[in-house]
């Protein structure tokens, strides 16, 4: 079994910044990449970043991109996302993934979520 848990949410004005944090437990594999999702209330879950196992390479949701950066240390098995001038269509409850299969690959395993709310 495989444990994510994320941490770092919180409230914040608009323009301020958060640092989300996500803990990998229990199974762990030879690799994996991992991303960060969200979910706004009334929307479905959305893509926000990617990273492969060796941080070689890192994706972004359009709305994420010059404003989030997502970095990982497969030696804590955890991963991060900084998210800098926040704006209120950031409000959402923030998850992060696992793909064994690489970042192309199907998201196996999820965290309960962390959530961000930022005020105008």
């Known amino acids: 079994q495989v444990q994510l848990v994320e941490s770092g949410g919180g409230l914040v004005q608009a323009g301020g910044s958060l640092r989300l944090s996500c803990a990998v437990s229990?199974?762990?594999?030879?690799?994996?990449?991992m991303g960060w999702f969200r979910q706004a209330p009334g929307k479905e879950r959305e893509f926000v970043a990617a990273?492969?196992?060796?941080?070689?390479?890192?994706y972004y949701a359009d709305s994420a991109k010059g404003r989030f950066t997502i970095s990982r240390d497969n030696a804590k098995n955890t991963v991060s996302l900084q998210m800098n001038s926040l704006k209120p269509e950031d409000t959402a409850v923030y998850y992060c993934?696992?793909?064994?299969?690489?970042?192309?690959?199907?998201?196996?395993?999820w965290g309960r979520g962390t959530q961000v709310t930022v005020s105008s």
């Open positions: 990273i492969s196992w060796s941080s070689g390479s890192r």
């Open positions: 229990g199974r762990t594999f030879s690799s994996y990449a």
């Open positions: 993934a696992v793909a064994r299969a690489g970042v192309a690959g199907t998201y196996d395993y």
